[in-house]
Nanobody, 124 residues
Framework: QVQLQESGPGLVKPSQTLSLTCTVA??????????WSWIRRPPGKGLEWIGY??????????PNSPSLKSRTSISRDTSKNQLTLQLTAVTPEDTAVYYC?????????????WGQGTQVTVSS
């Protein structure tokens, strides 16, 4: 069974860079055909898929929000079995619960295991 655990700062100031880490246990992030995703849920809103880093290191970011896409970077450390989300120039609109999830396909819609999520608040 795959387990994912998000970690990072709970509070970030506007204009700073948010950096979150997801540690994966129970499977390798290089296992064929998995797409390790970041997803967020702003308060009072639905889930928003941010993007993924694939088993082969490829990345894809959601085109639904160009402003989010231009500020997002997803990377990985295979030696630690971790993936990282970096979001630059954050604003209060980036306040959300952030999740990492095991993507079963490269479509941003099909997920297996999820982390429990981590609350990030952007505020001065």
């Amino acid at each position: 069974q795959v387990q994912l655990q998000e970690s990072g700062p709970g509070l970030v100031k506007p204009s700073q860079t948010l950096s979150l880490t997801c540690t994966v246990a129970g499977d390798s992030i290089t296992t064929y055909n998995y797409y390790w995703s970041w997803i967020r849920r702003p308060p009072g809103k639905g889930l928003e898929w941010i993007g993924y880093i694939g088993y082969d290191g490829s990345t894809y970011y959601s085109p639904n929000s160009p402003s989010l896409k231009s500020r997002t970077s997803i990377s990985r450390d295979t030696s630690k079995n971790q993936l990282t989300l970096q979001l630059t120039a954050v604003t209060p609109e980036d306040t959300a619960v952030y999740y990492c999830a095991q993507g079963l396909y490269n479509d941003g819609n099909s997920f297996g295991s999820w982390g429990q999520g981590t609350q990030v608040t952007v505020s001065s």
